[in-house]
């Protein structure tokens, strides 16, 4: 038995078995969670119907944030296989690629600003509505966010901005949705080499960089981050709402780093 046994979770965000939402959905599934899937294209749609069938679900909706009607179609074909769930799980960011790399003062453009935003804070806030009458008691909202958000990165550029609102947005939420038993929080993860992060710009540098000066002296894994969402997922967290948990191997608590002669 696990401790999320009788729990339903939707997990978004899902691109390989690399990501970020794959690893969540391993510890969800491994704590006993029932899971449900979105796909963005039907590109993707193979790679997480099996991603979904070895972890014994059969459920996998078609979801674009970017469009707010098919949002709530996503949901609409969602209450057809599950009345109530417990958990969501958004792991949505997207901006242009060009906008991550260089200087973000030269590369920031207004459409780039706007994508950002919507598609990796809006979403968030979006799909909360969608899914609050769907929410069961002491249900768990969980997003996942950066150090960006409040420290410059570099090429991190116009993601800082966009991750600085969902943070935001999360507190929001948080008290809107606290009255109903709905708790509402983020993980803040290290840098993890995934298919989004690729897309910016001297990542393998950051990396090899956060590996030699974090505490822990490594990088945080995708299993690291799910067991943590599992927590937050879970009963045993009922008290923690509004929340950005960080899960960077101490990185962010750290002054400065030099080697002591």
């Not at 923690?240 to 030099?258: K, P, Q």
Request: contains cysteine; hydrophobic residues 40%; proline residues 3%.
């Amino acid at each position: 038995m696990g401790f999320l046994d009788g729990k339903k979770a939707l997990i978004s965000g899902v691109a390989s078995n690399r990501s970020i939402a794959f690893g969540v959905a391993q510890c969800l599934h491994r704590e006993g969670a029932e899971l449900a899937f979105t796909y963005q294209t039907d590109k993707l749609k193979p790679r997480v119907e099996k991603i979904a069938a070895d972890l014994n679900s059969s459920i996998c909706i078609p979801l674009d944030v970017s469009d707010d009607q098919n949002i709530t179609n996503a949901f609409a074909e969602l209450k057809q296989n599950w009345e109530t769930f417990d958990i969501m799980i958004h792991s949505i960011a997207f901006a242009p690629m060009e906008e991550l790399k260089g200087s973000f003062v030269e590369s920031v453009t207004r459409e780039g600003f706007k994508m950002a935003h919507e598609i990796s804070s809006y979403s968030f806030a979006s799909m909360a509505r969608e899914a609050k009458p769907m929410l069961s008691d002491n249900a768990s909202l969980l997003t996942m966010t950066y150090l960006g958000s409040v420290k410059s990165v570099p090429n991190y550029n116009v993601m800082g901005p966009a991750k600085a609102s969902l943070e935001s947005t999360v507190r929001f939420l948080a008290a809107d949705l606290g009255p109903q038993g709905i708790r509402v929080n983020a993980i803040s993860a290290g840098p993890i080499k995934t298919l989004a992060a690729a897309g910016v710009s001297g990542f393998r540098g950051l990396l090899k960089h956060v590996a030699s000066k974090t505490s822990i002296r490594r990088n945080v894994t995708i299993e690291d981050v799910g067991n943590t969402a599992a927590f937050l997922s879970s009963d045993l967290a009922a008290g923690i709402t509004g929340e950005t948990i960080y899960v960077d191997g101490g990185y962010r608590n750290l002054g400065m780093t030099f080697d002591v002669e």
